[in-house]
């Protein structure tokens, strides 16, 4: 195979620097340490002066015999080849230089000889150059691939529910950069290992592997807290962490403080390369990584389920003030979601729908008792009064920064009606935020369908009529057209439904 670093070498700069040497250009060639040419001025190297040195005899070839320096090998037409020794190391050994029985008489004068020792010097100079060049490029990529792979690591989600699917593709992406078959977290408050595959890779006995992974390495690592390799089958060690199997591996652990939260192991199949101490390095520095994001997140699921909390006492307070109300935010959030879902709304939409349907009437509890537990129909004071509690969720909610604008803007206004006579501010159409006009959908279905002290409970197909019925006045027709379908064909939603005391009929 043609050395790359051959390529790089200014050869027309040779030729001229031959000519210079002999009065003519020989033809020349470039060959490895068996003699066997890898580049030829004169054609391919199996042709001219490349097939010349194929023929050579192995007995007489000058490169087995002799290390270093000029050698000259007479042929038995009277040509002769001219060799300099170019490099001792690399896969580029001698130059070779055929001079025809005419012009090597009577005899080459000195300087040619002494030219041609100069320029195998150049053309080391130039190949030493360019190799050293191309290891510290090599190097510069590596240390580039390795920089982009930790700052990966920042890329890890941030939410509980999707960290397994982050690790999983960070694994995925070591495998590719390490080199490894198999990439695997085990940890310590998750019963299967989280792990990857090198797309390049087969491993038949994968589930086995994980299941030895799981076992005796992870029980080591977690007493020992060092990263361990074991490249070869002979090592000790071997015997009692993975008997069955003879792959290498890599596992370090993954710490809090003194403790093991989990074990980060990679694997090579017996005939691949040992794994180094760059590798290990990098395991580690992945392995701290790792750490922190998991501690991340269990304080940030800390914090998330005080939030909760504290929510569900708010409404709790609230509900606690008229029992017919009872369990109506949560009722109200579980039909928003679905019909978010139904509209096809992201992630990040669906969580403020979440928190804005949940928290919407947290204002109720400044009104009073008398007013919001009062069998039959309000006075116009009264109506007026409950209609303050729209804007005073927003009031008592404004300066939780964990709610986004929409999630606020849906609370304000959940009480807004499509043809602009609602409250507080009489938006109309879509000038009302999307997610108020789906807590107003899911909101109106739920007093409809729920105990009341002053009427009746609807059922669900009289409760959908209604909608139906108000829909491009008080509730937007998409939005009612979304949950009517979605009572149809979202199971979820209907499993739901059907599970409420009392259920709807049909
Ligand atoms: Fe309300």
């Known amino acids: 195979m043609l050395d ?20 003519h250009t020989p033809p020349f060639a470039f060959c490895d340490t ?27 070839a000058p490169w087995l015999t002799q290390a270093n320096g000029s050698l000259r090998q007479q042929l038995d037409n009277g040509d002769l080849l001219l060799f300099e020794r170019l490099d001792t190391r690399a896969e580029l050994a001698w130059l070779a230089v055929l001079i025809t029985a005419a012009q090597a008489e009577p005899e080459l004068p000195p300087v040619s000889t002494e030219a041609l020792r100069s320029l195998a010097a150049c053309i080391k100079d130039e190949y030493h150059l360019n190799y050293e060049l191309n290891c510290l490029s090599r190097e510069l990529e590596q240390r580039n691939e390795e920089l982009n792979l930790v700052y990966r690591l920042d890329e890890l989600p941030r939410s509980q529910d999707d960290l397994p699917a ?3 593709t960070l694994l995925g992406q070591v495998t590719t950069y390490v080199g490894a078959d198999v990439a695997t977290l085990v940890l310590l408050d998750r019963p299967a290992p989280i792990h990857a595959v090198n797309p390049e890779s087969e491993v038949p006995d994968l589930d086995l592997l994980l299941t030895e992974l799981r076992s005796n390495v992870f029980r080591f690592i977690s007493s020992s807290k060092q990263t361990l390799i074991l490249n070869h089958g002979d090592e ?20 809090d403080g003194q403790e093991v939260q989990g074990v980060l192991v990679l694997v090579r199949r017996p005939d691949a390369l040992d794994f180094l101490a760059s590798d290990r390095n990098l395991a580690e520095v992945i392995a701290d990584h790792v750490g922190v994001t998991l501690r991340n997140q269990d304080a940030l699921e800390t914090v998330r389920k005080f939030g909760d909390q504290l929510a569900g006492v708010l409404i709790e307070a609230v509900e606690a003030k008229d029992p017919y109300t009872a369990g109506h935010s949560e009722r109200v959030q579980r039909v928003s979601v679905h019909i978010g879902r139904a509209l096809g709304l992201v992630r990040s939409d669906l969580e403020d729908l979440f928190w804005g349907s949940m ?50 803007e849906a609370i304000r206004y959940h009480h807004e009606h499509f043809d ?71 199971l979820a939603l209907r499993d739901y439904l059907w599970s409420q005391d009392p259920p709807p009929s049909g």
Do not use: N
């Open 34 to 60: 068996a003699g066997q040419a890898l580049w030829t001025s004169d054609g391919p190297p199996d042709q001219g002066i490349g097939a010349i040195l194929a023929a050579l005899p192995d007995a007489d």
């Open 420 to 490: 602009g006579k609602g409250y507080p501010a009489k938006l109309a159409g879509t000038k009302i935020p999307l997610h108020a006009r789906i807590i107003a959908v899911a909101d109106t279905y739920d007093a409809m369908t729920s105990s009341c002290s002053y009427r009746p409970t609807t059922s669900h197909e009289a409760a959908i009529k209604e909608i139906t019925r108000v829909a491009g006045t008080q509730l937007d027709p998409d939005i009612v057209r979304a949950f009517s379908s979605a009572c149809r064909t979202d």
């Open 4 to 23: 790359p670093q051959l390529k790089r070498l200014k050869l027309d700069k040779y030729r001229q620097l031959l000519k210079v040497a002999f009065g």
């Open 166 to 168: 982050g690790l999983r």
């Open 236 to 255: 000790p060690a071997r015997r009692y962490l993975m008997p069955h199997m003879p792959y290498k591996f890599l596992a370090s652990p993954i710490l």
């Open 359 to 408: 928290l919407h009437d947290i204002g109720k509890i400044g009104i009073p008792d008398v007013i919001l537990t009062k069998p039959g129909s309000l006075t116009g004071d009264e109506f007026t009064f409950i209609q303050t509690h729209a804007q005073q969720s927003y009031e008592i909610l404004r300066h939780v920064e964990h709610l986004r604008p929409a999630a606020l």
